[in-house]
């Protein structure tokens, strides 16, 4: 495992990364989580990503829990301020919220601080200036170590890092955007000026594009997979057009090129992603422990995407 | 029951509200209290006002009280500094008594902090950069989440903005203006270039100019209102002229209006301080929980408040 | 008994105040030094003030163990750093000393925070950035509420204003000089562009000149005198020539003045200095609880200094 | 013993100081440490350093224990942030490091707080911004009144005092470099436009040259010595050529001099350091309590050191 630096920050995170979403408190229980979260230490990750809106909380208070075993200093711990509940003020990023959510939050990861804290979405409702205070708040009295967000776009970092050097207000140092095959127009076109301009280090989500990255979507929907056990998320993705014909034929071809290298087209997505050097780490999300060590297998793939293969793999995604 | 921004920042009041001037802990017991906190947040009602100069402290005792049973992130809750008893220091806007008098307030509403912290009024007698730094203090520590204003002038507002920008402090983002079909200025003049300029919310006082607008004094004054319980309040208003001869036919002709609306006179003078969009939110003084139950019957009203209505009521009342 | 604001800050503080250099702890058993606060107290005085250096700490433990009697919020209470003891760094105005000598100060006084946090001295050995700095920090962790300076000169008072301005760091608000009908200098004219431009307030000391302006020496030195009881005060003021034989003369003139008027020199001396609208306070040292008496009728003193006494004054004093 | 500034700060520190690298918990146990801490302290040592990386957190929990017997007010206690242990974030100069790693030093050392903090190397990973901010924070939160740092070029400390310019933060006061008769370049030369413009103090290491000049290689490695116990240092220090046998002949001509003024080498090479004023202390090393006792006669040749003197050593060394 190798670890990266969250952009140009000095925290250091694993380039794979376990994250919480979808999965603790619905598909894993206590004890499966427990066994997840070992066998990623064991392996070299350090970095374990949560949010307050994960299973109404329940994420948190699993891996708070699990996370006792660990010592402080050798975790990385983040989440996710934006939806806490559905009174007025439970969500967003107005300071009322960010600030209680950010307490609720600890209370529930039995933590003194985290390491990173996100602001989950962009909110338009809520001047940056009071997101960027809120967070230096949050940040000055040692709640967070560094703050980052989660799918804002570059118009929307601009500003923040704007308002933060006008303010005097520490800078956010990461965002955490989905980054896949199938979704690479932020990543890789919109905030190619904000990297080295901000340094920003990216933590990215949903690596294998909710599961078409691992081709068991063109057989028809596994009754165990996730997107038959949320429905809410299977109409969405319908909806955003990710699941097309188009889409499950470049799968397939994808999957090609990955029989080709001996390898899983999954372990391949992964690796391509790693390829991207501005790339902090991919968050992975499992539903059983067998699907983590699959996914670690990814480290030993990225050897072979040389030039040739990469060139192919863009041939047919783009 | 809407909710709306406490000007521009991110802070969602209802735009009903109950305040504790003259009735916690005067007019309403803590049970009769209880029952119409209780009331008010079954009916959507979030934010609640109150003072340290309200019965001496013990609006505030009682709303702490009364607050327990609700969760904190559910509610907006103010209070306001400035009159904390008769020894010098234990008034107005110096940081010994700013800081002094939240302290104590926080003690007595059981809270670690409010959500807004109003300067009841201005005081002449401290330099705005001392306020402005008392009041950036408040909200650094975590005392209170915003601060406000009430009954500042435009010219005291625009000091305060130009004071904490200079400072790099944090800035007020509301006023509590006394705001009613008689007493108009401020609100619809005075403060006209501030709004946009520097976001200010409004959370309004004395939307029935103190009981006129229900129309109950037009047969003079009954033994059970507050201008007979309160004789300091009677005199007030008798000398400003509120009270007056031409006022009381002018709620007449307003009734008269409520009348063909099919609703009463209180809730059409409440509905038609909720079309002003400057306006957060109106804070609610009852004596009853009855006064609470019609009060809220104004909702209905803004429907109904059409241009033509508006105009009308605007040729009486000018 | 008036109240005047510490310069522009919006601190009142009575006219009349009580110190305890060389009495508490001293001249005072604790008996003695509760019975003269209760006094001072009853007769409307809500200034006390004290220093780390007096009887080596017991002044403050003295002082703390009596305040517990009064609100926090009546009483005004300041204390001084620069001589905590006699080993590197126990004095001074280092980030160490000032910061460890508050925090010891604040546990002997028993209290959480002082009123006013003075720096007793100017220290030529640490960079005024160091003070300001951590003043700044005494004031924005809740440890004073205004701090301000003791025996500075006019020129290191603007480089502190210059340095807050500077650095965006609290401003100091008053300044503690000797001040008397016999030491004027500094008061009538050193500090004179000052008062306007940073508002500076005066809590001045010796009002008395060290007893001189009670007449009690021109009978030579009394046995329980303070000279008769610190002979290194003796041999300052000899040395500093305060109790020349051109001054004695001086103070029998102005006895006889005090007689024309009907009271006693040092009644005289003490309204004269309250006619400078530049003091906010005079601080009173007195080792018997009858000296405060005598003292607190110089407030009826002030009425009977017409133009023509206090030209008559200054035509024996300049 | 006498006491110097460190640099312009208002910290006094003695000119002799006791550090605790490769001796605490390591050459001495607890007895002997804190019989060498009394030692000192009687001889006027208010000095103690010690880092995170000595003896893995050992040296800073034996002095800790040992601390406890001394007044916090009469020590100055330094620490340093780099090598807290092998994991990922768990060194450099990274808010979480610098961050965690102080909690921990704290923990060790018993203390609320230490006089100085120390960044022990620079971080070449971490922004300059990210370094300034972390101890920024550590200040204004009171778990260090200064901070320093150890080993860094003229050029990082220029953007280091830079950033702290732009961004109003605390800068550092004081370096810890390694300086002696044989490693001169960077206290006598590189720093130089340092001193004066940034008030930079020094409290140098290694003054002996690893003990090369006490003399005692000049027979060979002894059985007792530091070269003999930590093999790594051996390499290390013949690799850097300083154990060269030019060098050991310097020793030879440097030890007639000490003859000559009837002292020992090692005591002039102590009190030639000491002639440099812009060395604010000399950290001590020592593995016997005798060797502390012998060290303090170096301030009995200070005197000695006439410039002619100074010359003749100047002529071996250069």
Redesign the interface.
């Known amino acids: 495992m190798e670890?990266r630096?969250v952009g140009?920050?000095?925290?250091?995170?694993?380039e794979l990364s376990l994250g919480s979403w979808l999965t603790f408190g619905a598909q894993l229980d206590i004890d499966n989580a427990r066994e997840a979260m070992r066998e990623a230490y064991r392996a070299g990750i350090?970095f374990f990503d949560t949010a307050e809106a994960y299973a109404s909380g329940m994420a948190e208070s699993m891996m708070g829990e699990i996370l006792k075993e660990f010592k402080?200093?050798?975790v990385?711990v983040s989440t996710k301020i934006f939806w806490?509940?559905n009174?007025?003020?439970?969500k967003?990023?107005?300071?009322?919220?960010l600030?209680?959510g950010t307490w609720?939050s600890l209370k529930r990861l039995q933590l003194n601080y985290v390491?990173i804290l996100f602001a989950h979405r962009p909110?338009p409702?809520?001047?940056v200036e009071?997101?960027v205070?809120g967070m230096d708040?949050i940040v000055?009295?040692?709640l967070a170590?560094?703050w980052g967000t989660s799918e804002w776009s570059s118009k929307e970092l601009e500003e923040a890092h704007k308002v933060a050097d006008r303010?005097?207000a520490?800078h956010p140092v990461v965002e955490q955007p989905q980054y896949n095959m199938f979704v690479r127009e932020r990543v890789e076109s919109e905030y190619r000026p904000i990297y080295e301009k901000y340094?920003l280090g990216l933590t990215v989500w949903s690596p294998l594009a909710s599961g078409l990255l691992t081709g068991k979507y063109n057989k028809g929907i596994p009754e165990d997979s996730r997107l038959a056990k949320f429905p809410g998320l299977k109409k969405h993705l319908e909806e955003s057009k990710l699941f097309s014909s188009e889409n499950l034929k470049k799968v397939e071809r994808l999957a090609a090129v990955a029989k080709k290298l001996d390898t899983e087209l999954a372990q391949l997505a992964l690796a391509w992603i790693l390829k991207n050097e501005n790339v902090s780490s991919i968050i992975l999300g499992v539903s059983k422990v067998q699907q983590l060590r699959d996914n670690l297998k990814a480290l030993d793939v990225k050897d072979k995407l040389t030039e040739e293969i990469t060139k192919e793999i863009y041939s047919i995604i783009e």
Do not use: A, C, M, T
């Open positions: 670890y630096k140009k920050s000095g925290l250091l995170v694993s350090n402080r200093e050798e990385v806490g509940g009174k007025p003020n439970q967003g990023l107005s300071r009322k919220h600030l209680e609720n390491d909110d409702e809520v001047p009071e997101v205070l708040y000055r009295n040692g170590f560094y303010l005097n520490i340094g």
